[in-house]
């Protein structure tokens, strides 16, 4: 035991102090090393100057673990696909390819990995030389899986039994529009489901069951899980999970009867978000150790990362680069971007410029007045800094390729289209809307009151709408419940995205798809209507959303 121990404090000693991993007298032979990423979102360029290892530095990880001695599984838990234009100019391709490069071994999606519609995905997990697991995504027609639920492997003489398993937010997370003959399964579902397979797994004689989970951990997400799984189950030794960009290392007890004095746990873990984590497991035959996470992990060659795979990534960065690194427009102000505080919490002086831009694009191309526009908090990905703004800030602050959408809702349509994206303000969620012409309070003091779940969706209409919420005024005009209102969105809001369930009929109804994309809007309005200068009149919020108290 004594031995076990010191051996595992060298590893951390050395994992912490950052020297090179194949240098160091640790002997892990007989062991199997699970090694974890997931929402890396296309940060795959290895640089130590970087927020990202890297691919590149992820393949060297695994390579000299392996020269150690340790049998290596390499893991994702998902949204490789969507986020840095290094992967979403190709549709989420560049990452498997880049992924095949780097030796993974297995994946389950992420809801991002859905964005270009389901077929898009499938065709590119075709690409990829490794299984990808998904238990819980069925064909809404029969009830078929689409990927397989679980794979075995055998490392280093160990067998491991792998699950998959993907968040049903995807059904309004992704473009409802091009979710077609899809489901999710999702809460006692979804444990049944986990429930079954791991029983499976467990009687192939598996030394050790690993679910690979696209859940999270948010308290919106309540029900489906990553915590909500394991207490409902039992067998699952480990847990990696993705979707909410935290680091977890945690126990979580496993189903139990009150009472019970040895309670079976499962290790959680994740490893955060961008790259910049490689997560570690290491599995003994008897038991595994905590997770380790590096800001930097360790650098483990001269050349800090496989060269292969280095090129690889970086000539395909480099064409990005040389694609969209042209400057057409500055801004004099930072223009806040962030999740929270930022684009998921509050109004913000980005959410306002990206608004007011789809409402003058929306004028320019509909025939009559649009009077108001919004966009979700979640359709935003990152802030921009003062100073030279290039096509590749576009592309990275929105990445998604929404085009702006018209139609008529109203103003009851919209109260409840408010009250249900800021149900659970002042805490984060992608559904919080920016908004230009309209003005409204939002009084977080006031408990949501949710009615009943909306279709093919994980949340839920309010119950009692403009309790939470009050319009003040809309196109400038005092704001009327029974008024019919010609308003701009993107497409997947027009679609039902996130919280905007209420919004489908009214599309259906009346909807009008300009098929301008949102990033060209906004570099049109910084040409034409700012002079292609973001100035002192986005310095701060305009004072659209007041948040009480």
Avoid at 270 to 277: D, E, M, Q, R
Avoid at 300 to 323: F, I, T
Wanted: hydrophobic share 40%; net charge negative; charged share 15%.
């Amino acid at each position: 035991m004594k031995k076990a121990l010191s051996i595992l404090l060298a590893a951390v000693l050395m994992l912490l102090s950052l020297p090179a991993l194949a240098g160091q007298p640790v002997a892990l032979t007989g062991k199997l090393m699970i090694l974890h990423t997931n929402d890396t979102h296309g940060y795959g360029v290895t640089d130590p100057a970087a927020p990202s290892v890297g691919y590149a530095q992820v393949k060297q990880y695994k390579s000299d673990a392996q020269a150690l001695g340790a049998a290596v599984l390499l893991m994702d838990a998902g949204d490789v696909s969507q986020g840095q234009p290094l992967v979403n100019l190709s549709k989420g391709a560049e990452a498997f390819a880049f992924m095949n490069a780097a030796g993974y071994d297995v994946m389950c999606p992420g809801n991002h990995e859905f964005d270009w519609g389901v077929d898009i995905f499938l065709q590119n997990a075709g690409t990829a030389d490794f299984p990808i697991l998904c238990a819980n995504l069925l064909r809404q027609s029969d009830h078929t899986l689409y990927l397989p639920p679980t794979h075995i492997f055998t490392a280093g003489g160990y067998t491991v039994g792998v699950l998959g398993l993907t968040t049903p937010e995807t059904l309004t997370k992704a473009n409802p529009a091009l979710l077609k003959n899809v489901d999710f399964l999702m809460g006692d579902a979804l444990v049944a489901c986990t429930q079954q397979y791991v029983d499976e797994l467990k009687a192939a004689g598996c030394d050790l069951i690993v679910v690979l989970g696209h859940l999270g951990v948010d308290e919106q997400s309540a029900g489906n899980r990553s915590r909500d799984v394991i207490s409902a189950t039992t067998g699952i030794d480990l847990f990696i999970d993705g979707h909410s960009h935290v680091t977890l290392n945690e126990r979580v007890p496993q189903q139990h009867s009150e009472g019970d004095k040895n309670v079976p746990t499962t290790l959680l873990v994740s490893a955060g978000c961008y790259g910049g984590y490689i997560g570690e497991v290491v599995f003994d035959g008897k038991q595994l150790s905590a997770a380790l996470y590096a800001a930097q992990p360790t650098q483990v060659s001269a050349a800090y990362g496989d060269e292969e795979v280095s090129a690889l990534v970086g000539g395909v960065n480099a064409q990005v680069e040389a694609a969209l690194g042209q400057t057409f427009a500055e801004t004099m102000v930072a223009l806040n971007g962030e999740r929270a505080p930022g684009v998921r919490t509050q109004e913000t002086n980005l959410g306002d410029f990206c608004a007011d831009a789809m409402l003058w694009q929306a004028n320019q191309s509909y025939s009559q007045p649009v009077v108001a526009a919004f966009t979700n908090g979640g359709s935003i990905r990152a802030s921009i800094p003062a100073g030279p703004i290039t096509m590749k800030n576009m592309k990275t602050v929105f990445p998604f390729g929404n085009t702006i959408a018209v139609l008529s809702a109203t103003g009851a349509e919209l109260l409840e289209l408010l009250e249900a994206s800021s149900f659970c303000a002042p805490q984060p969620a992608g559904g919080f809307l920016q908004v230009a012409g309209i003005t409204c309070t939002i009084d977080t003091s006031v408990p949501y009151a949710q009615g009943e779940q909306y279709p093919s969706s994980t949340f839920y209409a309010p119950a009692k709408p403009g309790s939470r919420v009050t319009i003040e005024t809309v196109g400038g005009k005092p704001f009327d419940p029974a008024a019919l209102y010609v308003v701009a969105t993107n497409d997947y809001l027009a679609a039902g995205g996130d919280q905007a369930y209420v919004l489908r009929y009214a599309n259906q109804q009346t909807g009008y798809n300009t098929f301008i994309p949102l990033e060209d809007a906004l570099i049109a309005y910084t040409k034409t209507v700012l002079g292609g200068v973001i100035g002192d009149n986005y310095a701060t919020p305009a004072g659209r959303i007041a948040l009480l108290p």
